[in-house]
């Protein structure tokens, strides 16, 4: 059975900082691309960041390019979203989600398997 299962959310203050950490089990890891995707109340399931299979290219978001940074480790089976400089705008649930495929999807519906997601909230 496969879980990906998200920690690390929390209260935070606009410019302030959080670590996000998925572990993954039931499935091989190294074989699956990572994605890490958002929802607000109100609105739809939006991409945030993702990473290929093996580490070596990363993807975000227009949104959050030059404030977060994905990575993984293979070895843990967990992967990480460093969020900086949050602003009130990037309060949501965030999602950890496993993509069978070298690079990962920008599009939800085409994940694999999800978390159940770790709630952010930032104030201003």
């Known amino acids: 059975q496969v879980q990906l299962v998200e920690s690390g959310g929390g209260l935070v203050q606009a410019g302030g900082s959080l670590r996000l950490s998925c572990a993954a089990s039931g499935l091989t890891f190294s074989r699956y691309a990572m994605g890490w995707f958002r929802q607000a109340p109100g609105k739809e399931r939006e991409f945030v960041a993702g990473?290929?299979?093996?580490?070596?290219?990363?993807y975000y978001a227009d949104s959050v390019k030059g404030r977060f940074t994905i990575s993984r480790d293979n070895a843990k089976n967990t992967v990480f979203l460093q969020m900086n400089s949050l602003k009130p705008e990037d309060m949501a649930v965030y999602y950890c989600?496993?993509?069978?495929?070298?690079?990962?999807?920008?599009?939800?519906?085409?994940?694999?398997?999800w978390g159940k997601g770790t709630l952010v909230t930032v104030s201003s």
């Open positions: 990473i290929s299979r093996s580490d070596s290219s990363t």
């Open positions: 989600a496993a993509d069978l495929a070298v690079v990962p999807k920008t599009s939800p519906s085409a994940m694999d398997y």
